[in-house]
């Protein structure tokens, strides 16, 4: 019964910003974590960002610095924001809800940074 929407996917230059939002069809707080991947072509599924249901956040280092993770509990909304686009960010941004026992992937969407 879980979904979980991504969007605000764009074609965006380098040094650019997007937003990026994961709405789920329940509350937030009943999953341990939140988190972000991303996924290039050709390339194996990574982790970008990730908050716990106290609001704990972790980045990858790849991001650190750049991504920030929020989220608004009601909308039941997580989000990326994403600063200093760089080329290597291109890839398709996957949302995931971990619980305990199990997790569950939103369908994607798709940044492309370019000049």
């Known amino acids: 019964q879980v979904q979980l929407v991504e969007s605000g996917g764009a074609l965006v230059q380098p040094g650019g910003s997007l937003r990026l939002s994961c709405a789920a069809s329940g509350s937030i707080f009943s999953f341990n974590v939140m988190a972000w991947y991303r996924q290039a072509p050709g390339k194996q599924r990574e982790y970008v960002a990730g908050i716990t249901y106290v609001g704990s956040t972790n980045y990858a280092d790849s991001v650190k610095g750049r991504f920030t993770i929020s989220r608004d509990t009601a909308k039941n909304t997580v989000y990326l924001q994403m600063n200093s686009l760089k080329f290597e960010d291109t890839a398709d941004y996957y949302c995931?809800?971990?619980?305990?026992?199990?997790?569950?992937w939103g369908q994607g969407t798709q940044v492309t940074v370019s000049s």
């Open positions: 995931r809800a971990d619980r305990v026992s199990q997790h569950y």
